[in-house]
Protein backbone atom coordinates (compact mmCIF):
# COMPACT_ATOMS: atom_id res chain seq x y z
CA UNK A 1 0.00 0.00 0.00
CA UNK A 2 1.68 3.27 -0.93
CA UNK A 3 -1.73 5.49 -0.82
CA UNK A 4 -4.48 5.47 0.83
CA UNK A 5 -7.24 6.78 -1.24
CA UNK A 6 -10.11 4.72 -1.17
CA UNK A 7 -11.43 1.51 0.83
CA UNK A 8 -13.28 0.08 -2.52
CA UNK A 9 -10.24 -2.60 -3.54
CA UNK A 10 -8.55 -3.09 -0.50
CA UNK A 11 -8.09 -6.50 0.47
CA UNK A 12 -9.66 -7.74 3.68
CA UNK A 13 -6.38 -8.57 5.48
CA UNK A 14 -5.12 -4.95 4.87
CA UNK A 15 -8.59 -3.63 6.47
CA UNK A 16 -7.87 -6.53 9.01
CA UNK A 17 -3.63 -4.99 9.41
CA UNK A 18 -4.78 -1.37 9.50
CA UNK A 19 -7.33 -2.13 12.65
CA UNK A 20 -5.40 -4.74 14.13
CA UNK A 21 -1.46 -1.88 14.10
CA UNK A 22 -3.93 0.72 15.38
CA UNK A 23 -5.06 -1.32 18.26
CA UNK A 24 -1.03 -1.17 18.90
CA UNK A 25 -0.61 2.30 19.36
CA UNK A 26 -3.31 2.55 21.94
CA UNK A 27 -3.36 1.94 26.01
CA UNK A 28 -4.96 -1.10 27.62
CA UNK A 29 -7.92 0.96 28.07
CA UNK A 30 -7.46 2.48 24.97
CA UNK A 31 -7.47 6.20 26.15
CA UNK A 32 -4.10 6.76 25.57
CA UNK A 33 -2.12 6.88 22.25
CA UNK A 34 1.57 6.25 22.29
CA UNK A 35 4.15 8.32 21.16
CA UNK A 36 6.62 6.29 18.48
CA UNK A 37 9.52 6.57 16.04
CA UNK A 38 8.07 5.14 13.44
CA UNK A 39 8.24 8.23 11.17
CA UNK A 40 11.24 10.34 13.05
CA UNK A 41 12.48 12.46 9.99
CA UNK A 42 9.73 12.55 7.65
CA UNK A 43 7.51 15.61 6.76
CA UNK A 44 3.59 15.65 6.66
CA UNK A 45 1.75 17.89 4.74
CA UNK A 46 -1.68 18.50 5.94
CA UNK A 47 -3.42 20.18 2.85
CA UNK A 48 -7.25 20.82 4.04
CA UNK A 49 -8.64 22.48 1.00
CA UNK A 50 -12.11 22.33 2.78
CA UNK A 51 -12.88 22.85 6.36
CA UNK A 52 -12.68 20.23 9.17
CA UNK A 53 -11.50 20.18 12.85
CA UNK A 54 -11.40 16.18 13.79
CA UNK A 55 -9.92 14.91 10.59
CA UNK A 56 -7.31 17.64 10.32
CA UNK A 57 -6.68 17.61 14.04
CA UNK A 58 -6.57 14.22 14.42
CA UNK A 59 -3.83 13.93 11.70
CA UNK A 60 -1.75 16.42 12.84
CA UNK A 61 -1.76 14.51 16.49
CA UNK A 62 -1.47 11.02 14.71
CA UNK A 63 1.65 11.92 12.85
CA UNK A 64 3.29 14.07 16.27
CA UNK A 65 3.27 10.80 17.45
CA UNK A 66 4.68 8.99 15.32
CA UNK A 67 7.60 11.54 15.31
CA UNK A 68 6.95 13.08 12.02
CA UNK A 69 7.58 16.57 11.50
CA UNK A 70 4.20 18.20 10.30
CA UNK A 71 3.44 21.33 7.89
CA UNK A 72 -0.42 22.49 8.31
CA UNK A 73 -0.57 24.77 5.31
CA UNK A 74 -3.30 27.18 5.88
CA UNK A 75 -4.61 27.12 1.97
CA UNK A 76 -7.10 30.29 2.68
CA UNK A 77 -3.51 32.46 3.71
CA UNK A 78 -1.89 30.42 0.34
CA UNK A 79 -1.10 30.84 -3.01
CA UNK A 80 -3.70 29.11 -3.89
CA UNK A 81 -5.96 32.30 -4.00
CA UNK A 82 -3.50 34.14 -6.07
CA UNK A 83 -4.40 31.54 -8.75
CA UNK A 84 -1.56 28.76 -7.82
CA UNK A 85 -2.66 25.29 -9.16
CA UNK A 86 -3.05 21.86 -7.56
CA UNK A 87 -0.56 20.67 -9.34
CA UNK A 88 2.00 23.70 -8.98
CA UNK A 89 1.16 24.16 -5.11
CA UNK A 90 2.44 20.26 -4.55
CA UNK A 91 5.35 20.75 -6.81
CA UNK A 92 6.69 23.20 -4.82
CA UNK A 93 5.84 21.53 -1.56
CA UNK A 94 7.54 18.07 -2.93
CA UNK A 95 10.95 20.47 -3.73
CA UNK A 96 10.55 21.72 0.57
CA UNK A 97 11.26 17.44 0.70
CA UNK A 98 7.31 16.44 1.63
CA UNK A 99 6.94 12.70 2.61
CA UNK A 100 3.43 12.66 2.61
CA UNK A 101 0.35 14.89 1.34
CA UNK A 102 -2.80 14.50 3.43
CA UNK A 103 -5.63 16.02 1.18
CA UNK A 104 -8.86 16.94 2.07
CA UNK A 105 -10.90 18.73 -1.25
CA UNK A 106 -14.15 19.66 -1.88
CA UNK A 107 -13.78 18.03 -5.71
CA UNK A 108 -13.64 14.42 -5.80
CA UNK A 109 -10.45 12.81 -7.13
CA UNK A 110 -8.27 15.38 -6.31
CA UNK A 111 -6.29 13.45 -4.17
CA UNK A 112 -5.97 10.79 -6.95
CA UNK A 113 -4.28 13.60 -9.16
CA UNK A 114 -2.32 14.24 -6.50
CA UNK A 115 -1.09 10.96 -6.02
CA UNK A 116 -0.57 10.56 -10.15
CA UNK A 117 1.79 13.42 -10.23
CA UNK A 118 3.57 13.58 -7.58
CA UNK A 119 7.47 11.62 -7.06
CA UNK A 120 7.40 7.40 -6.41
CA UNK A 121 8.77 8.25 -2.90
CA UNK A 122 5.85 10.31 -1.55
CA UNK A 123 2.58 8.84 0.02
CA UNK A 124 -0.93 10.25 -0.38
CA UNK A 125 -3.77 9.70 2.02
CA UNK A 126 -7.14 10.88 1.53
CA UNK A 127 -8.49 12.78 3.83
CA UNK A 128 -12.03 13.16 2.22
CA UNK A 129 -12.89 14.15 -1.54
CA UNK A 130 -15.85 15.87 -2.29
CA UNK A 131 -19.14 13.41 -1.93
CA UNK A 132 -16.44 10.29 -2.72
CA UNK A 133 -14.72 8.67 -0.07
CA UNK A 134 -13.17 9.04 3.18
CA UNK A 135 -11.26 6.04 3.93
CA UNK A 136 -9.88 6.70 7.26
CA UNK A 137 -13.16 7.69 8.56
CA UNK A 138 -14.25 4.50 7.46
CA UNK A 139 -11.59 2.37 9.13
CA UNK A 140 -11.76 4.73 12.32
CA UNK A 141 -16.01 3.80 12.17
CA UNK A 142 -14.56 -0.33 11.43
CA UNK A 143 -12.49 0.08 14.54
CA UNK A 144 -15.06 1.81 16.57
CA UNK A 145 -17.48 -1.24 15.40
CA UNK A 146 -14.91 -3.73 16.23
CA UNK A 147 -13.92 -1.95 19.88
CA UNK A 148 -17.70 -2.86 20.35
CA UNK A 149 -19.01 -5.76 19.29
CA UNK A 150 -16.41 -7.60 18.46
CA UNK A 151 -17.42 -9.71 15.99
CA UNK A 152 -18.32 -8.30 12.30
CA UNK A 153 -20.40 -11.14 10.79
CA UNK A 154 -23.20 -11.28 12.87
CA UNK A 155 -24.04 -7.48 12.51
CA UNK A 156 -27.02 -4.92 11.77
CA UNK A 157 -25.74 -2.00 10.76
CA UNK A 158 -28.07 0.96 9.81
CA UNK A 159 -26.51 4.19 7.89
CA UNK A 160 -29.18 6.75 8.62
CA UNK A 161 -29.70 10.24 6.73
CA UNK A 162 -28.33 12.49 3.92
CA UNK A 163 -26.40 9.15 2.40
CA UNK A 164 -25.92 10.22 -1.39
CA UNK A 165 -23.95 13.47 -0.34
CA UNK A 166 -22.13 11.50 2.19
CA UNK A 167 -18.50 10.19 1.47
CA UNK A 168 -18.70 8.60 4.88
CA UNK A 169 -21.58 6.66 3.65
CA UNK A 170 -19.74 5.08 0.79
CA UNK A 171 -16.44 4.39 2.52
CA UNK A 172 -18.46 2.66 5.42
CA UNK A 173 -20.47 0.67 2.90
CA UNK A 174 -17.44 -0.62 1.06
CA UNK A 175 -15.66 -1.25 4.68
CA UNK A 176 -18.61 -3.50 6.18
CA UNK A 177 -18.84 -5.30 2.94
CA UNK A 178 -15.37 -6.22 2.64
CA UNK A 179 -15.68 -7.45 6.56
CA UNK A 180 -18.32 -9.70 5.89
CA UNK A 181 -21.51 -7.54 7.41
CA UNK A 182 -24.56 -9.52 6.59
CA UNK A 183 -27.43 -7.12 7.11
CA UNK A 184 -26.40 -3.17 6.18
CA UNK A 185 -29.36 -0.76 5.61
CA UNK A 186 -29.42 2.91 4.27
CA UNK A 187 -32.23 4.92 5.89
CA UNK A 188 -33.55 8.23 4.42
CA UNK A 189 -35.79 9.83 2.13
CA UNK A 190 -35.88 8.86 -1.98
CA UNK A 191 -34.49 12.46 -2.09
CA UNK A 192 -31.29 11.37 0.27
CA UNK A 193 -30.47 7.63 -0.73
CA UNK A 194 -29.26 6.45 -4.27
CA UNK A 195 -30.86 3.38 -5.36
CA UNK A 196 -28.21 2.22 -6.57
CA UNK A 197 -27.04 0.85 -3.29
CA UNK A 198 -29.09 -2.29 -3.94
CA UNK A 199 -26.60 -3.23 -6.70
CA UNK A 200 -23.87 -3.17 -3.56
CA UNK A 201 -26.13 -5.58 -1.22
CA UNK A 202 -27.53 -2.55 0.71
CA UNK A 203 -31.17 -2.40 2.02
CA UNK A 204 -32.75 0.49 1.39
CA UNK A 205 -35.05 1.80 4.11
CA UNK A 206 -37.33 4.76 3.94
CA UNK A 207 -38.84 4.66 7.45
CA UNK A 208 -37.08 4.61 10.73
CA UNK A 209 -39.37 1.96 11.98
CA UNK A 210 -37.47 -0.58 8.95
CA UNK A 211 -34.46 0.70 9.57
CA UNK A 212 -33.42 0.80 12.79
CA UNK A 213 -35.13 -2.35 14.05
CA UNK A 214 -33.18 -5.02 15.29
CA UNK A 215 -29.58 -3.21 14.94
CA UNK A 216 -26.91 -3.64 16.29
CA UNK A 217 -24.75 -0.81 14.72
CA UNK A 218 -26.48 2.88 13.94
CA UNK A 219 -24.53 5.19 11.94
CA UNK A 220 -26.47 8.60 11.78
CA UNK A 221 -25.14 11.27 9.08
CA UNK A 222 -25.61 15.10 8.80
CA UNK A 223 -27.14 16.71 6.02
CA UNK A 224 -24.56 17.85 4.06
CA UNK A 225 -26.65 21.48 2.93
CA UNK A 226 -23.01 22.31 1.49
CA UNK A 227 -24.05 19.99 -1.46
CA UNK A 228 -27.17 20.46 -1.70
CA UNK A 229 -29.32 23.48 -3.30
CA UNK A 230 -32.98 25.13 -3.21
CA UNK A 231 -35.68 22.13 -3.53
CA UNK A 232 -32.85 19.29 -2.13
CA UNK A 233 -33.18 21.02 0.88
CA UNK A 234 -35.38 19.70 3.52
CA UNK A 235 -36.74 21.43 6.24
CA UNK A 236 -34.53 20.77 9.00
CA UNK A 237 -38.01 20.20 11.43
CA UNK A 238 -39.84 17.65 9.15
CA UNK A 239 -36.40 15.70 9.30
CA UNK A 240 -35.85 15.41 12.43
CA UNK A 241 -39.76 14.20 12.91
CA UNK A 242 -38.93 11.57 10.29
CA UNK A 243 -35.41 10.78 10.82
CA UNK A 244 -33.77 12.14 13.66
CA UNK A 245 -33.02 9.79 16.39
CA UNK A 246 -34.75 10.26 19.76
CA UNK A 247 -34.44 8.18 22.42
CA UNK A 248 -38.26 6.68 20.90
CA UNK A 249 -36.48 5.58 17.61
CA UNK A 250 -33.44 4.30 19.45
CA UNK A 251 -35.27 2.12 21.30
CA UNK A 252 -36.29 -0.19 18.32
CA UNK A 253 -32.88 -1.20 18.38
CA UNK A 254 -30.68 -3.82 19.95
CA UNK A 255 -30.66 -2.86 23.79
CA UNK A 256 -27.04 -2.57 23.47
CA UNK A 257 -27.08 -1.07 20.10
CA UNK A 258 -24.17 1.35 19.73
CA UNK A 259 -24.95 5.38 18.04
CA UNK A 260 -22.05 6.71 15.40
CA UNK A 261 -22.24 9.84 13.82
CA UNK A 262 -18.83 10.85 12.01
CA UNK A 263 -19.29 14.41 13.43
CA UNK A 264 -19.93 17.56 12.98
CA UNK A 265 -23.28 16.43 14.50
CA UNK A 266 -26.84 18.88 14.05
CA UNK A 267 -28.32 18.25 17.62
CA UNK A 268 -32.08 18.40 16.83
CA UNK A 269 -31.84 18.26 12.96
CA UNK A 270 -30.09 14.22 12.39
CA UNK A 271 -29.95 12.97 16.30
CA UNK A 272 -31.44 14.66 19.51
CA UNK A 273 -29.12 15.68 22.34
CA UNK A 274 -30.12 12.85 24.52
CA UNK A 275 -29.06 10.31 21.91
CA UNK A 276 -25.71 12.14 21.28
CA UNK A 277 -25.07 12.53 25.12
CA UNK A 278 -26.25 9.09 26.28
CA UNK A 279 -25.51 5.68 26.91
CA UNK A 280 -25.66 4.24 23.41
CA UNK A 281 -23.26 7.10 21.97
CA UNK A 282 -19.86 6.53 21.11
CA UNK A 283 -19.45 9.54 19.28
CA UNK A 284 -16.60 10.98 21.07
CA UNK A 285 -14.72 7.53 21.62
CA UNK A 286 -14.59 7.49 17.71
CA UNK A 287 -12.80 10.67 17.47
CA UNK A 288 -9.97 8.85 19.82
CA UNK A 289 -9.70 5.77 17.68
CA UNK A 290 -8.87 7.83 14.33
CA UNK A 291 -6.23 9.21 16.05
CA UNK A 292 -4.81 5.66 16.47
CA UNK A 293 -5.90 4.64 13.48
CA UNK A 294 -4.77 7.51 11.59
CA UNK A 295 -1.18 6.48 12.94
CA UNK A 296 -1.28 2.94 11.16
CA UNK A 297 -2.61 3.88 7.86
CA UNK A 298 0.47 6.52 7.99
CA UNK A 299 3.10 4.09 8.93
CA UNK A 300 1.78 1.57 6.76
CA UNK A 301 1.71 3.33 3.66
CA UNK A 302 5.34 4.45 4.83
CA UNK A 303 6.81 1.10 5.00
CA UNK A 304 7.42 1.38 8.56
CA UNK A 305 4.98 -0.62 10.38
CA UNK A 306 5.17 -0.92 14.36
N1 LIG B 1 -15.69 13.36 10.41
C1 LIG B 1 -15.08 14.42 9.83
O1 LIG B 1 -14.57 14.31 8.72
O2 LIG B 1 -15.12 15.58 10.55
P1 LIG B 1 -14.35 16.91 10.13
O3 LIG B 1 -15.03 17.43 8.87
O4 LIG B 1 -14.45 17.86 11.28
O5 LIG B 1 -12.94 16.54 9.81
Redesign the pocket.
Known amino acids: LIHLLSIEGLPRDVVTNILDTAGTFLSVNDREVKKVPLLRGKSVFNLFFE??????TTFEIAAKRLSADVINLDIAKSSASKGESLLDTIANLSAMHADMFVVRHSESGAPYLIAQHCAPHVHVVNA?DGRHA?PT?GLLDMYTIRHFKKDFTQLSVAIVGDIVHSR?ARSDIHALTTLGVPDIRAVGPKTLVPGDLKAMGVRVCHTMEEGIRGADVIIMLRLQNERMSGAMLPSAGEFFKNYGLTDDKLALAKPDAIVMH???INRGVEIDSAVADGTHSVILPQVTFGIAVRMAVMSIIAGNEA
Open positions: NSTRTRGHQVPGP
